[in-house]
């Protein structure tokens, strides 16, 4: 709700009759009379709040954001009055502090000791002794489902007394009815891991670490990947140059060649160490035969089939499983290193609570919805799209977000949901900011980065035993690339350095 404001206007006027005269005075007390009443109720004003401190109003000018386009807020927990409040009412998309949202409800309605099964099956017909036909590895939903926990669970399916797999290796994904099906569809880049797209099985985000590295004698750029891919051709064109390992060196660039096949090309300055990136770069049944292949072989098993999918039926019985790391350890991934692909499962993990599978996003995001109104939070400005941040539909306003940190701060899981958040200057995407000393593990912290889209909130713990909630959500042309780190590390310095 917007201040609404009286304009009375002396101008020069004629000599009137003495009708003319009562009416105008009739009109002029009325409006006075409403601005009266206008500064006895309580406001909501979208810049509600004190006028924001010289040395932040400063920092915006100096970085030519506009106050128009910020929402911050400082507030005292034990408080009823923010010490700096701006732009409350606006809706802003937050980038990935909705994850704070997702993992928040997770714990509430799940628990932090909640776990998703990993299972091999087989047909009973199709198992005689050491041997086995078609094997079907289906997904629970593990969002944190690593190469190593697969190395496990094949131990796990030796141990049971199988040795050769005859048939072929089929996933079964149905555990979600994904809608999401377009990695591309965000920002056009597929091949980034923070594109990946939400199934019920995910091995290790489909990730793979390509690592640059001058050799020593300075003429060319070795590559190599890890975990090592056999159906995966990399051509590699990358020159050596004579720069500094700085700004945007190295650059980097990979095209589509073929199936499975990428020409990668750019140059690397000789003064780098090494460099690494991450990518998505074969189908995921690709990726999964690749590591079954290896470490099956590792145990001492045979395999010769290829991968496909399928589905677990009544005629199936269970070889091996493997159990999650409980969900109460998997918020700490999911926040502190901002994973996208972990926040959007667990939307789809939430649907458990209303149905059977398969799980679907819109039942996950009910659940959520269902649990913030539970709690007495207005949702009717909210939007979490897809629980992660990623993307440009996800919305909310500041008067929400500070309403849902001092909700969560009162519960019986606030442990579990502070300690997910990066400890300034010790881990998590917030490691290397806020490097003083008066900053330094006193701040639980959630950043978020969009295009055009800068943000940070969270927790300031001070000495005086006083806990503040503390954000800044900025929505402003390229604000996302630096200028916006810039000013919450000014709004972060002044709420440590004054409060």
């Excluded at 539970?374 to 993307?391: C, E, R």
Aim: aromatic letters at 10%; charged letters at 20%; hydrophobic letters at 40%.
């Amino acid at each position: 709700m917007k201040n609404i404001i009286f304009k009375i206007e002396h101008r020069p006027t004629k000599l009137c009759d003495a009708a003319g005269y009562v009416k105008a005075m009739q009109v002029t007390l009325a409006s006075l009379f409403l601005i009266f009443v206008g500064l006895l109720a309580p406001t909501f004003a979208e810049n509600s709040g004190p006028e924001i401190p010289k040395k932040l109003s400063e920092a915006l000018s100096q970085y030519k954001i506009s106050q128009n386009d910020v929402t911050l807020l400082v507030q005292a927990l034990d408080e009823v009055t923010p010490r700096v409040a701006l732009n409350l009412d606006i809706d802003r998309n937050p980038a990935s502090l909705i994850k704070l949202i997702t993992t928040w409800v997770a714990l509430e309605v799940l628990g932090p000791n909640f776990t998703w099964e990993t299972n091999l099956y087989a047909a009973k017909s199709a198992h005689r002794g050491n041997i086995v036909g078609n094997i079907i590895l289906k997904g629970d939903g593990d969002p944190y489902f690593l190469n190593r926990d697969l190395w496990t669970l094949l131990g796990e399916l030796k141990n049971s007394g199988i040795s050769q797999i005859t048939g072929d290796l089929l996933i079964d994904e149905t555990k979600f009815l994904v809608d999401e099906t377009d990695p591309y569809l965000f920002d056009g880049d597929g091949r980034h891991i923070y594109n990946a797209l939400p199934k019920s099985f995910v091995l290790n985000f489909n990730s793979i670490e390509l690592k640059f590295k001058v050799d020593q004698a300075g003429e060319v750029i070795l590559l190599t990947t890890k975990p090592s891919m056999p159906d995966l051709n990399l051509i590699n064109n990358i020159g050596v140059i004579q720069k500094p390992c700085i700004g945007d060196m190295p650059k980097i660039k990979l095209s589509l060649v073929n199936v499975n096949e990428y020409l990668i090309s750019g140059v690397m300055p000789t003064s780098c160490d090494e460099y690494k990136i991450y990518r998505d770069l074969i189908p995921h049944n690709l990726y999964v035969k690749n590591m079954f292949e290896k470490y099956w072989a590792q145990w001492g098993g045979t395999f010769s089939g290829s991968v496909g999918f399928g589905e677990v039926g009544t005629e199936h019985e269970l070889l091996a499983s493997f159990k999650s790391r409980p969900l109460g350890e998997l918020v700490r991934v999911t926040n502190k290193w901002s994973n996208n692909l972990m926040a959007r499962m667990l939307v789809y993990s939430l649907a458990g609570d209303i149905g059977e599978p398969p799980y679907t996003r819109s039942s996950g995001l009910k659940v959520i919805t269902r649990e913030l109104r539970k709690n007495n939070l207005d949702t009717s400005n909210l939007a979490i799209d897809n629980g992660s941040g990623l993307s440009r539909d996800t919305k909310l306003t500041g008067r929400f977000l500070f309403q849902f940190l001092k909700n969560a701060w009162g519960k019986p899981y606030m442990p579990e949901f502070v300690s997910s958040m990066s400890i300034a200057g010790v881990d998590g995407t917030a490691r290397k900011r806020f490097q003083h000393p008066s900053q330094i593990g006193v701040m639980h912290l959630k950043t978020g980065s969009l295009e055009d889209v800068s943000a940070i909130a969270g927790y300031i713990h001070k000495k005086n035993g006083k806990t503040f909630v503390v954000f800044s959500i900025i929505n402003s042309p390229n604000v996302n690339d630096g200028i916006g780190k810039k000013f919450e590390s000014a709004l972060l310095d002044w709420t440590a350095d004054n409060l």
